[in-house]
C-alpha cells in the first residue's frame, strides 16, 4: 500500500499537501510495516531536488504558435517532465513477466477482497486469532476502508498489547481519517515498544506536519534518517517539514539526497 500523501499526502491516505511546503516535490506516502517499504502516493514532481531555480518576478517572455510564454515557466515545465520520467522509472518494479493463459488476471483490488473474506470466514471460526484481525487490517488498509482497519487493529492490539507493528499500522489507518493526534499517541506507542522502529519515526513525522508541528516533524524524520540513511521517504518527507519553517537551504539538500537516492535505485546500486 502507498501511502496517502504529504500527504496530506500518505502512503499514507494519501494526499494531503500543505500550502507552505516547497512545490512540485515528491509526496512520500506514511510507511506501512507489514510489507516491504512504505511507498510513495501523490507525484507533484521533483523540480528542487534536480536543481532548478524558482521563477524571477519579471521573467522573460517569448512566442511559442503566436502565444506569450515565459522561458522559465517552459523550462520549469521541462524539468518537472523529467522529473516525473525520473520517478516512476526509478519505483517501477524491475521484472520480466511475460503474458501467459494460465496466469491469474485478478486485480489487486479483488484480490484483497478475497483476502477480507477469506480473514473473516477464518474470525468466524476462530474469533480469537490475533494475525488475522492483524492481516484483515491490513487488507482493508489497502482498499482505504480506515475505520474498518482500526477496528481490526484494535482488535488485534487487545490481544497481543505489545507489538509495535499494529499501533503504527492503526496510526496510519487514524491519519487516513483525518485524526492526526490519534495517529500520533499510536505511533509513540509504537516506539515506545521499539525504540529502532524507523517507519514509525517517519509517520510521526507526517502527523505532526498535519498538525503544523513542523519542528517537532523534522526531529522525527532525523530519527528515521539515523536508522537509514538510504531512506529517501525520510529525506523528502524532513525537505517538506524543512521548507514549510523556511529553511529553503537546507530543504534543498535533502531534495538533492532525494534525487540521488532514486537515481542509485534506477541503476541497481
Known amino acids: 500500500m502507498r501511502g496517502f500523501g504529504f500527504r496530506p499526502g500518505g502512503k499514507n491516505k494519501n494526499a494531503k ?32 531536488a534536480l536543481g532548478a531555480e524558482s521563477q524571477p518576478e519579471n521573467p522573460p517572455c517569448g512566442m511559442l504558435h503566436g502565444l506569450p510564454f515565459s522561458f522559465t515557466t517552459i523550462w520549469s515545465m521541462i524539468v518537472r517532465y523529467v ?6 522509472r526509478a519505483r517501477r518494479p524491475k ?11 485478478m486485480s489487486e483490488q479483488d484480490y484483497a477482497w478475497q483476502v477480507i473474506q477469506h480473514l473473516t470466514a477464518q474470525l468466524a471460526v476462530h474469533p480469537q486469532d490475533r494475525l488475522a484481525y492483524f492481516l484483515r487490517g ?14 481490526d ?8 498489547p505489545h507489538d509495535p507493528i499494529a499501533y503504527n499500522n492503526r496510526g496510519i489507518a487514524y491519519r487516513g481519517l483525518g485524526q492526526p493526534e490519534r495517529a500520533i499517541a499510536d505511533y509513540r506507542e509504537a516506539l515506545a515498544l521499539d525504540l529502532s522502529y524507523r517507519d514509525a519515526y517517519n509517520n510521526l513525522g507526517l502527523a505532526l506536519s498535519d498538525l503544523g508541528q513542523f519542528e517537532a516533524a523534522v526531529q522525527a524524520y532525523d530519527r528515521a534518517i539515523a536508522l537509514d540513511a538510504g531512506d ?4 523528502n518527507n524532513r525537505g517538506l517539514a ?28
Open 17 to 48: 499537501f500543505h500550502g507552505m511546503c516547497a512545490p512540485f516535490v515528491v509526496a512520500s506516502a506514511p510507511a506501512i510495516s507489514w510489507r516491504a517499504m512504505g511507498s510513495s502516493s501523490t507525484l507533484r514532481g521533483i523540480v528542487h
Open 83 to 88: 522529473g516525473c520520467l525520473l520517478f516512476h
Open 95 to 105: 521484472v520480466d513477466w511475460i503474458p501467459h493463459p494460465d496466469l491469474s488476471h
Open 138 to 151: 491490513n487488507a482493508y488498509l489497502d482498499q482505504r476502508h480506515f475505520t474498518l482497519a482500526c477496528d
Open 153 to 160: 487493529y484494535t482488535h488485534a492490539i487487545e490481544l497481543a
Open 232 to 235: 529517501w521517504h525520510a529525506y
Open 242 to 269: 524543512l521548507w514549510a519553517l523556511g529553511r529553503q537551504d537546507e530543504a534543498r539538500r535533502d531534495y538533492a539526497r532525494v534525487k540521488t537516492l532514486l537515481e542509485e535505485t534506477e541503476r541497481g546500486t
